[in-house]
């Protein structure tokens, strides 16, 4: 007997795009699924779209508390074998779930993860994150890997309920890091299932929840001080051969970040090592992301990111900032 695979949807005034996330959740040629829609306190047709599908779906409404709040009610009430998470304003492919099914099923232990591709706010693909290619060298099965180096999308992650008891739940005092908080807790140390295909389309938007750039950054710098500081020479040297090399390319990549204490602790790190070194070819490709950095941060001045988001510069900017610090 196949094991049940829950799809739970966090949801909170969704209604440009519910119905969209919810139709690809139902459409899953793996069968038996169950989809849950948690309506984390919306004020728009949120309640009354979901409501439309039936017995289709199992709904619930809570006031609102914020999307981990949302994820851990749809985790409690959830009778499947596996998890899965799938934003309202993102897609899955129709296999998404035969595929990680069918990778794992024999060893409940190991985590399914993918490629994925981002879309705009029509469904025409701006960018598609391919990790192998981007990281050809690198053990996609390591555990801390794709936290590391952020290449995780966590709606393309499939997760054995077994996980939850082991590590907890999300935690519910984080309002835009609850998800990498969690997947470090999990993955560390965790067999990993790569999958090379996009099973995931993420949906770049103006009308997106957007929190505090401050409380955002200071919260996800917090984060990625914490994560590194515990990282050990052995993970080092797991992710990329050497503690030098480790350190070099995390340092890279975090100078592409505003989480100004974790890029300076990895710096630190990188010196210990004797590394540090000038390249040119970073001085260009970082330049090139200050100043789409810096772009996007006016935009959010000035009050017309949103508009921004809906234009056809913004496609041309996400996929060259998406080059260079995903590289």
């Known amino acids: 007997m196949k094991p049940l695979v829950t799809i739970v949807i966090p949801v909170y005034n969704g209604e440009s795009y519910l119905k969209e996330a919810i139709n690809s959740a139902l459409a899953q040629t793996y069968e038996p699924i169950e989809v849950i829609i948690v309506n984390d306190g919306s004020t728009d047709r949120t309640g009354e779209i979901a409501l439309s599908y039936g017995d289709k779906i199992r709904y619930f409404a809570k006031g609102n508390g914020g999307v981990s709040t949302a994820l851990n009610l749809g985790i409690a009430n959830m009778r499947g074998e596996y998890f899965s998470w799938l934003s309202h304003d993102d897609l899955y492919t129709p296999d998404k779930i035969e595929l990680q099914i069918a990778a794992i099923a024999d060893s409940p232990e190991r985590i399914a993860y993918s490629d994925y591709t981002v879309i705009d706010r029509h469904g025409a693909a701006i960018t598609t994150m391919d990790i192998a290619k981007k990281h050809p060298h ?172 809906k234009s056809r510069v913004f496609s041309l900017g996400y996929k060259i900032w998406f080059r260079v610090r995903y590289r």
């Not at 690198?138 to 709606?155: E, Y």
Request: one cysteine or more; proline letters at 2%.
């Open 138 to 309: 690198a053990d996609l099965s390591f555990g801390l890997f794709p936290i590391l180096r952020q290449v995780l999308n966590g709606c393309s992650l499939l997760i054995h309920k077994s996980h939850f008891a082991r590590t907890g739940v999300f935690d519910e005092s984080l309002r835009t890091t609850q998800d990498y908080d969690l997947w470090f807790k999990m993955l560390r140390g965790g067999k990993l299932v790569y999958i090379n295909r996009p099973l995931v389309k993420m949906r770049e938007h103006g009308a997106q929840v957007t929190h505090s750039y401050e409380r955002s950054r200071d919260e996800s710098d917090g984060l990625w001080l914490g994560m590194l500081s515990s990282v050990t020479a052995e993970e080092a040297c797991g992710i990329d051969g050497s503690e030098l090399i480790f350190w070099d390319r995390q340092a890279e990549f975090l100078s592409y970040t505003p989480y100004k204490n974790a890029r300076l602790y990895a710096r630190r790190r990188l010196k210990e090592l004797g590394g540090g070194g000038f390249s040119f070819a970073r001085v260009v490709r970082l330049a090139a992301y200050k100043t789409i950095s810096g772009a996007s941060r006016l935009s959010r001045k000035l009050g017309i990111q949103s508009a921004v988001r």
